[in-house]
T-cell receptor, first 115, second 110 residues
Framework: AQSVTQLGSHVSVSEGALVLLRCNYS??????LFWYVQYPNQGLQLLLK??????LVKGINGFEAEFKKSETSFHLTKPSAHMSDAAEYFC?????????????FGTGTRLAVRP | DGGITQSPKYLFRKEGQNVTLSCEQN?????MYWYRQDPGQGLRLIYY???????QKGDIAEGYSVSREKKESFPLTVTSAQKNPTAFYLC?????????FGQGTRLTVV
């Protein structure tokens, strides 16, 4: 069975500081990995995804994530936080990617950005 | 524009009532999903359907029911058997490259 662990349910950074949100996965097969962002009372928006191509994945809004098989990690980073980045972030895993495959989500990390 | 529409955005249910949450997509996706979101618990899968007239239970199906009579529609009924239905409900569908989510329905028991 697949699983995702997000370390830190709440992360607070200053505006302009580095953002690092941690995600570790467990999967018996090569995984497909995703990061989603959710603003209050809204659905989820895809930030980026890893589908076995390049290990460093660039997404929207300046975010990127690196797939590290040896560490079973897929941490999300952004060099400089902006106030508009304040939201909840979810890491998700799937054991293959085709229509009909389920995503398993982590419990989420709420990012706060201080002025 | 293609997308997923959930309605209503807010829903109030009296104890003992069944309520139905609507989910419609015009993305021509075969697979659709219902997730429940509670604070600190992430998203948990309730039901999913990979094709019309077929659906499977997810991790927390008890107290819920679904139907998939049309490709575009995947309504979720929260029955009176669901003892703690207050939550945020998200519908999703999957295409070739990613999953798309609706804007959610917040259900509150009054």
């Amino acid at each position: 069975a697949q699983s995702v662990t997000q370390l830190g349910s709440h992360v607070s950074v200053s505006e302009g500081a580095l953002v690092l949100l941690r995600c570790n996965y467990s999967s018996s097969v090569p995984p497909y990995l995703f990061w989603y962002v959710q603003y209050p009372n809204q659905g989820l928006q895809l930030l980026l995804k890893y589908t076995s191509a390049a290990t460093l994945v660039k997404g929207i809004n300046g975010f990127e994530a690196e797939f590290k098989k040896s560490e079973t990690s897929f941490h999300l980073t952004k060099p400089s936080a902006h106030m508009s980045d304040a939201a909840e972030y979810f890491c998700a895993v799937s054991d293959r990617w085709s229509s009909g495959d389920k995503l398993t989500f982590g419990t989420g990390t709420r990012l706060a950005v201080r002025p | 524009d293609g997308g997923i529409t959930q309605s209503p955005k807010y829903l109030f249910r009296k104890e003992g009532q069944n309520v139905t949450l609507s989910c419609e997509q015009n993305l021509n996706h075969d697979a659709m999903y219902w997730y429940r979101q509670d604070p600190g618990q992430g998203l948990r899968l309730i039901y999913y359907s990979q094709i019309v007239n077929d659906f499977q239970k997810g991790d927390i199906a008890e107290g819920y029911s679904v139907s998939r009579e049309k490709k575009e529609s995947f309504p979720l009924t929260v029955t009176s058997a669901q003892k703690n239905p207050t939550a945020f409900y998200l519908c999703a569908s999957t295409g070739i490259t990613e999953a798309f989510f609706g804007q959610g329905t917040r259900l509150t028991v009054v």
